[in-house]
Each structure stands twice: as structure tokens, then as C-alpha cells.
């Protein structure tokens, strides 16, 4: 009988396992597939390790500008998938050596949930039945195949199958432009596809600051990725996607489609319902804690479908292990950053201008040029990008940062304690950047708000 049993092992499961383990709480944690989840073995780690290699290339053939000349540049796809698998493989075996040093026992099978008799959770996984007081469910997500004819052709790929494609296909189609479709066509772009972006909403990155979509837009434009916006795929054919535009028909031609339309929570054929646990609108139902409605029942990660990223995760697995070990502490999302690993890179946190105005709070906005920082513009010739904050007019606390530009996924997190502290416009002035780097930019755009 294990003090806790944990069902799934990306980044909720994984990390919750660590310190559930770590606090000595006898662990069973049950994965069916390798140890990471989607996270590191088909989506964040594969895709940006593949996105380096594309960056590398590019910066190689582009580096005129910096003095360096590069003859005869080169790009050897299976090498690139190589070295991912290389990287991939470490870090699996890296979880594994925590786990094991936090003596965490690691069941490898699929978990499905029993009927109940007694207090005791039971799970069948493969031919054991593993026994728990409690349960943490960490099933993550899985894409969307929008129902259209052809959807389930062979060659319509989702982030799964893309990420260990075995060429790089002339004409490359990707259906929807959020997060996963702008990443992606951005390392067939720059590998030479011709990429074009089908996508629904008249703007691509979903949620993100409108003035930054836009901008991120131009500069895929510039690596030829063409938009189609506003524009429904309907079907999927030979070689080709078809898709409403304006109350036409129109067609792309494409030799592999990636569907990009979304992910929802993994909440089926687990006997969830042998618990009556509360599932609303496809997710898994939690307070701040991470609790279910069933006492002893807790969910995290894209399960519960809060917010669908690995780092989210990994926090409210902590909160989870913290609530059953009787510690004060809660999930809190006003402060979650969000990155789109595209060249550049849109990074962002808290509040937009156009949710805060949904929200009726009152905001003063500033923005300022990326080619303000020295040391931007000494790294990227013509520096392009921008930084925009979002401040509350009335208390003057920073409630939204928002950025486009080469590396701003590794500053963005400076951010995260302001906008948790509520630190005020004067406050961020008082603090002490490193000089030259480009975070000095967070600090100069803010001390421009009025
Ligand atoms: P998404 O929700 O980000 O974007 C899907 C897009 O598809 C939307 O813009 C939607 O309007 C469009 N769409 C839907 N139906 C369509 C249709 N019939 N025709 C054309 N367009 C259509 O979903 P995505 O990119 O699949 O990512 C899934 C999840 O994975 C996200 O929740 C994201 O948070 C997470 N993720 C995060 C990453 C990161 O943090 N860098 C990287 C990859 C994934």
C-alpha cells in the first residue's frame, strides 16, 4: 500500500513524484510511456533542440552583416534528429536517476483507475494492481484532429510525428497558428519549405498582445511563410488542404500537413467515472489546491486544462504534494509566463492590454524598441522587436509584460516576482540591471510609463 499513487509521468507527475518522494511519502508513480510525458519526449525539449539547429543554420547563412562568411552551409536533417534523441535520451534518464534516488517506485504500464469498495484507490497497471491511500492523476493532454474529411490521412502529422520526420518536405502546410504551428513553421521555413499557415482568427498566437502577433506575423513573413487568415480548413486531400476564405474555396498545395488546432485533457478510458470525479467542459475540475471533488483525488498539469504548459505544471504538481503533506500553498496564474520559440521569440507574462480592458481595469501601456538596448543591437543586426508593459493606472503596479525578440524567453522570468509582488513603476526603478545585457530594456520600458 503506497502512501500515494501518482497516474502519469511527464511534468506534474514526475516532479510531484520528486517531492512527494523527497518528503518521504512511500510513491508509486505509473507511466505507460517513457518518463517526461509529451513535454520531453514529443513536444518543448524535441522541438526547440530541432529549433536550434534551424537558428544555427540560418545564423550561417545570414552572418554577412556581422563580418563572418560561411561558404557552402549545410543542414543534415538526420543528424538534427539524432542529436535530439541524444538530448532527449539524457534527460529521460536523468528523471529516472532522481526518481530512483527519491525512491520512487516507477510502474511501467497503463493505469486505469478500479471501482472503489473501501478507501483504498486501486489502479490495474498491466497485470498489477497497485494499491494507494491517495491519488494524484497527471494524464496530460493529447492533440486535436478536427473532424474533416481527410484528417486521418497519413501524411496529416501532429506534433507527435513531426517531431521525427524523415525529410523535409517542398510544400509544407500547417493548420492553425498558435503556439505549436508557429513553431514549427519556423524550423521548416528556415530549413527551406515553403510553409504556408492556415488559421481560423483574424491574428496568429491566440492570446498574445495583439501589437506583438502582428509583429511576429512580418517577421515570419520575411522568412516567406505565408499566412492565410481568416480562413477555415474544411478538407484534407492529396497533396493538398482546402479551406473557406471569404465564402471561397480555396486550396494549398502541401506534401506534409501538420494539425496544430489545439490539445484537450486526457480524461478517457482511465475509469475516471469509477470515481465520480467532477470533469467539466473535458478537463478535470480542481480548486487552487489541485483537489478534486473526491476527497484524496488530486489533479495537475494539462489534465485539469488551467493552462496547458509544462511549467504550470510542474508548479501545480508541487502544490498538490504540498496540500497533502498539510503545507499552506496555492496555485496562483496571474504570473505565468508563455513563450512562442520562433526566431524571434514572443515572450509574455501577466495581464495584455486587451485583458485588461475585458476586465475593466484601468491601464497605462509603454513600449519601446528592442534596438534601445546596446547590447541588442550589437547581437542582432537591424534589431528588430519591442518591449511592452502593462501598468495599473491607479495603483501603478506592473500587471503585463510582453516582448518580442531574439532570447527574451530567459529574461522574461525576471518579471514573474514583480508582477507577484506587485511591484510599482517607482519600485522596478529602484532595482539594479546588469549592463550591458538586453534585460536593461524591462527597466527602461517601464520607467517610461507616465
Ligand atoms: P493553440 O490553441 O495554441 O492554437 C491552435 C490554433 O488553431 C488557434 O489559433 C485556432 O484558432 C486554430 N484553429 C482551430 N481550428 C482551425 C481550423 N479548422 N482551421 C484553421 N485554424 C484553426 O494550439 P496548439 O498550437 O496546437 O498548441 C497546443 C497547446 O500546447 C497549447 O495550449 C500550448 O499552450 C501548448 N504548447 C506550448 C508551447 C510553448 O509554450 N512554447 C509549445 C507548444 C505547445
Request: one cysteine or more; proline letters at 4%; charged letters at 25%.
Amino acid at each position: 500500500m503506497y502512501d500515494l499513487v501518482i497516474l502519469g509521468g511527464g511534468p506534474a507527475g514526475y516532479l510531484a513524484a520528486e517531492r512527494a518522494g523527497e518528503a518521504g511519502l512511500n510513491t508509486a508513480l505509473i507511466e505507460k510511456g517513457h518518463l517526461g510525458g509529451v513535454c520531453l519526449n514529443e513536444g518543448c525539449v524535441p522541438s526547440k533542440t530541432i529549433l536550434y539547429s534551424s537558428k544555427l543554420y540560418s545564423q550561417a547563412r545570414h552572418s554577412e552583416a556581422f563580418g563572418v562568411s560561411v561558404r557552402d552551409a549545410s543542414f543534415d536533417l538526420q543528424k538534427v534528429m539524432a542529436r535530439k534523441e541524444k538530448v532527449v535520451g539524457m534527460l529521460r534518464k536523468g528523471i529516472a536517476s532522481t526518481l530512483k534516488k527519491k525512491k520512487v517506485t516507477v510502474v511501467g504500464a497503463e493505469g486505469v483507475i478500479l471501482p472503489r469498495t473501501d478507501n483504498t484507490f486501486r489502479i490495474q497497471a498491466g497485470t498489477e494492481v497497485v494499491e494507494g491511500k491517495k491519488l494524484l492523476i497527471c494524464t496530460g493532454s493529447e492533440a486535436i484532429r478536427i473532424p474533416i474529411p481527410g484528417a486521418d490521412r497519413p501524411d496529416v502529422y501532429t506534433n507527435r510525428e513531426i517531431l521525427s520526420v524523415d525529410h523535409i518536405p517542398e510544400r509544407f502546410v500547417v493548420i492553425g497558428g498558435g503556439v505549436i504551428g508557429l513553431e514549427i513553421a519556423n524550423f521548416f521555413a528556415e530549413v527551406g519549405s515553403r510553409v504556408t499557415v492556415i488559421e481560423l482568427l483574424p491574428a496568429i498566437g491566440g492570446p498574445v498582445d495583439i501589437e506583438i502577433a502582428s509583429a511576429l506575423r512580418k517577421e515570419m513573413e520575411k522568412k516567406e511563410i505565408e499566412f492565410k487568415l481568416d480562413s477555415k480548413v474544411v478538407e484534407i486531400g492529396e497533396k493538398s488542404v482546402v479551406y473557406e476564405a471569404e465564402g471561397k474555396r480555396e486550396t494549398a498545395a502541401a506534401d506534409i500537413v501538420l494539425m496544430s488546432v489545439g490539445r484537450r485533457p486526457v480524461t478517457r478510458r482511465l475509469g475516471f467515472e469509477n470515481l465520480n470525479l467532477f470533469i467539466d467542459r473535458g478537463a478535470i475540475r480542481v480548486d487552487e489546491r489541485g483537489r478534486t471533488n473526491v476527497p484524496g483525488v488530486w489533479a495537475a498539469g494539462d489534465v485539469n486544462g488551467m493552462s496547458m504548459l509544462a511549467h504550470t505544471a510542474y508548479r501545480e504538481g508541487e502544490v498538490c504534494i504540498n496540500d497533502i503533506l498539510g503545507k499552506k500553498d496555492r496555485m496562483r496564474y496571474d504570473a505565468v509566463p508563455g513563450v512562442i520559440y520562433t526566431h524571434p521569440e514572443v515572450a509574455t507574462i501577466g495581464y495584455t492590454q486587451q485583458d485588461a480592458a475585458e476586465k475593466g481595469i484601468p491601464v497605462t501601456t509603454a513600449k519601446l524598441p528592442m534596438s534601445y538596448s546596446g547590447r541588442y543591437l550589437a547581437e542582432n543586426e537591424g534589431g528588430r522587436g519591442f518591449c511592452k508593459v502593462v501598468v495599473n493606472s491607479e495603483t501603478r503596479a506592473l500587471i503585463g509584460v510582453h516582448m518580442i525578440g531574439s532570447i527574451c524567453s530567459e529574461m522574461i522570468y525576471g518579471t514573474a516576482p514583480m508582477i507577484e509582488n506587485e511591484l510599482r513603476v517607482e519600485d522596478v526603478a529602484e532595482l539594479v540591471f546588469p549592463h550591458p545585457t538586453v534585460s536593461e530594456i524591462i527597466k527602461d520600458t517601464i520607467r517610461q510609463v507616465k
